[in-house]
């Protein structure tokens, strides 16, 4: 008898009255329920992350369109002053063609028109034959190497090529295309712009370009000093 009571009580002890109910695993329900918040806050954190990446990924391509057009107008603001450095020693601008006697009168036309640097050619919808046709050369030829043969000043106070004024490499722009100058505008500056008299107020303004974002030239070849401006995203700096 002491067994069996020992046992019913041992059976007693280990299985408790449930009052007919089945009995369920605590562990079990705090499993699911800590499984289900656990699906809520992913989902709801996918959705918030998402969110914010669609409000971001717009911010980012501003701030590198930013960047891309600072850096552009960093590189026209150093060829802009190689440009005008070589004028104040030259007494021209950079316009002889390589191979081509530098003694001719520096006052005549020359045929260098438009200086690029590398890098692809951007697209011209107005004045097509202005900027990217004709007289075109690069950059280093005459503001790094004096491709032209340039004559070199005869004295302190002379004249003369006194390069380089491009110590390093500039372009192609933050979009892959040329830099463009235009150094044969104040040349061929039309009657229209410059009217019955040549003044200092009305020669032709020089620019060093970059197309922008859009890659097309917008901004016109010929313009007077007395109203110069951009055109469309072109990033530019004047050098005179």
């Not at 059976?11 to 007919?20: E, I, L, N, V």
């Not at 562990?27 to 959705?47: C, P």
């Not at 034959?129 to 030829?141: E, I, M, T």
């Not at 313009?223 to 995203?233: A, E, F, I, M, N």
Request: charged content about 20%.
């Amino acid at each position: 008898m002491a067994r069996g009571d020992a046992t019913t009580d041992a059976q007693s002890a280990t299985a408790p009255d449930t009052g007919g109910r089945r009995a369920t695993s605590g562990f079990t329900t705090r499993a699911r329920r800590t499984l289900g918040v656990t699906l809520l806050e992913l989902t709801v954190t996918l959705t918030v992350a998402v969110t914010a990446a669609l409000l971001v990924v717009p911010s980012l391509s501003d701030l590198v369109t930013r960047y891309r057009m600072q850096r552009a107008l960093g590189d026209c603001q150093t060829l802009a002053t190689a440009v005008a450095d070589f004028h104040r020693d030259n007494g021209v601008l950079p316009t002889y063609e390589p191979g081509v006697d530098s003694e001719v009168d520096p006052k005549q036309p020359r045929p260098v028109r438009v200086l690029v640097t590398e890098g692809t050619r951007p697209d011209e919808p107005i004045n097509p034959d202005a900027w990217l046709s004709g007289g075109v050369d690069q950059v280093r030829n005459h503001l790094s190497n004096n491709e032209p043969g340039y004559p070199a000043p005869t004295s302190v106070s002379a004249t003369g090529w006194r390069g380089p004024y491009l110590r390093a490499t500039v372009g192609p722009d933050p979009w892959g295309r040329q830099y463009l100058v235009n150094v044969g505008a104040p040349r061929v500056l039309s009657k229209s712009l410059m009217g019955e008299r040549r003044s200092a107020a009305t020669w032709g303004v020089v620019w060093v370009l970059s197309a922008g974002p859009n890659g097309v030239i917008e901004t016109a070849f010929e313009q007077s000093s007395r109203s110069p401006k951009l055109g469309g995203d072109d990033i530019g700096v004047r050098v005179q």
